[in-house]
C-alpha cells in the first residue's frame, strides 16, 4: 500500500510562496505518475500539476509560469513550489499516485494540506 503524506501549507501573503512536500512510502516514481490536485470550498477538486514516471510536467493554465512540480527520487518525495500566489490559490492540496497499466488505474491520496493566500 502506498502512502503519501504531505508537509509545507500554511497562510501566505498575496503574491508570497511556498512550498508543498509529498513524501511517498516505498520507491514508486519508476512507475507512478505522481500529481498535485486541489479543492477550493465548494469547488471540485482539480489537477494542478503532474509529473510523469518519465519526468515529464504538466500544469494547470491557472499556475503555468507560477507553479513548478518536480521530484527527488532518492528521498521519494514530489515537490510542489507556488510563487506569485493568488487568492484564488486557496485550497486544500492533495498528493496523488497514479498508477496506470492497459487494464485498470490505480490511485493513492494523501490526507491533503491546508493552502492560504491572503489579499
Known amino acids: 500500500q502506498v502512502q503519501l503524506v504531505e508537509s509545507g501549507g500554511g497562510l501566505v501573503q498575496f503574491g508570497g510562496s511556498l512550498r508543498l512536500s509529498c513524501a511517498a512510502s516505498?520507491?514508486?516514481?519508476?512507475?507512478?505518475?505522481m500529481n498535485w490536485y486541489r479543492q477550493a470550498p465548494g469547488k471540485q477538486r482539480e489537477l494542478v500539476a503532474g509529473?510523469?514516471?518519465?519526468?515529464?510536467?504538466t500544469y494547470a493554465d491557472s499556475v503555468k509560469g507560477r507553479f513548478t512540480i518536480s521530484k527527488d527520487a532518492a528521498k521519494n518525495t514530489v515537490y510542489l513550489q507556488m510563487n506569485m500566489m493568488k487568492p484564488e490559490d486557496t485550497a486544500v492540496y492533495y498528493c496523488?499516485?497514479?498508477?496506470?497499466?492497459?487494464?485498470?488505474?490505480?490511485?493513492?491520496w494523501g490526507q491533503g494540506t491546508q493552502v492560504t493566500v491572503s489579499s
Open positions: 496523488n499516485a497514479r498508477l496506470s497499466t492497459p487494464t485498470t488505474v490505480l490511485n493513492h
Open positions: 516505498g520507491t514508486i516514481f519508476s512507475t507512478y505518475a
Open positions: 509529473i510523469g514516471s518519465d519526468g515529464v510536467t
